[in-house]
């Protein structure tokens, strides 16, 4: 038996990128994974990557992948997703918040001033807006079987600067968020963390070297599905309310749980 069968997820955000990376972990472990995003088919965005294909591959890799378009700008989708969520499976056992929207054209350099002020609704709007949002409506779900597990996806963006000052923002407050919902969810045993991927090899990343426009070293990037396997160590650990309201790196946890990337 897999360690993460019959426990129920969600991961927002999961057409591509870290999300898609973190239900494929969890999907590896046995999990039922509620795959959400508005990637419905190629070309919805300019990025590859869906949904469906997303829950397909949990499904292959021996969970069971659910996929459901959701626009987390739109407060009812949020709220009609776990209302499903609630409809079909009673309960919830693990909510990732990973969903954020890069600005069109991406924000690499130049300052706050020169930037369209769009780009903190895309950032903090969506990156962490939708974070709380989603919690909200988590938490019911949660709370009964007291031993549930919150990640939130941020950055080191969030203790030095990175990107822009909207970015900065927006992760510090994810961190913000991931130790004041720790505090108040404890006395029901869930536990609340935040998630600090390395340098990913997403396909954003990807595109954005292949273009020239950024300096990363892909060789030494990590994989979407180290993440995915940091937060199921995380859940199937029965300790892990010893780390809530913690920020953790997904290479320490690596270490500490043993498991490798790809």
Not at 126 to 147: C, F, K, M, Q, T
Not at 173 to 178: I, Q, W
Request: proline letters at 4%.
């Amino acid at each position: 038996m897999a360690a993460l069968d019959g426990k129920i997820a969600v991961v927002t955000g999961a057409s591509r990128g870290i999300g898609r990376g973190i239900a494929l972990g969890l999907g590896e472990a046995g999990a039922l994974v509620y795959v959400t995003g508005r990637s419905v088919k190629e070309g919805d965005a300019k990025l590859p990557g869906t949904i469906g294909a997303t829950a397909e591959e949990v499904t292959k890799r021996g969970g069971r992948g659910v996929a459901v378009r959701v626009d987390h700008g739109d407060d009812e989708q949020i709220r009609a997703l776990f209302e499903r969520v609630a409809s079909e499976q009673g309960r919830l056992d693990v909510l990732v918040n990973n969903v954020f929207k890069v600005p069109d054209p991406p924000v690499w350099d130049g300052k706050f001033f020169e930037h369209p002020v769009s780009i903190w609704d895309d950032m903090v709007g969506i990156g962490l807006r939708a974070h709380y949002v989603a919690s909200v409506h988590a938490a019911p779900l949660l709370i009964p079987a007291r031993d549930g597990l919150v990640v939130n996806v941020s950055s080191i963006g969030a203790s030095s600067y990175l990107f822009s000052t909207a970015y900065g923002v927006g992760k510090t407050g994810v961190d913000r968020l991931s130790r004041d919902l720790a505090h108040e969810l404890a006395e029901f045993n869930v536990a609340c963390v935040s998630l600090w991927p390395g340098t990913v090899k997403t396909e954003f990343v990807v595109a954005q070297v292949k273009s020239g426009v950024a300096d990363i070293d892909l060789g030494s990037a990590e994989s979407p599905l180290f993440s995915g396997r940091a937060v199921a160590a995380l859940a199937t650990d029965p300790k892990r309310m010893e780390k809530t309201g913690q920020v953790l790196r997904v290479a320490d946890l690596a270490d500490m749980y043993g498991f490798r990337d790809e």
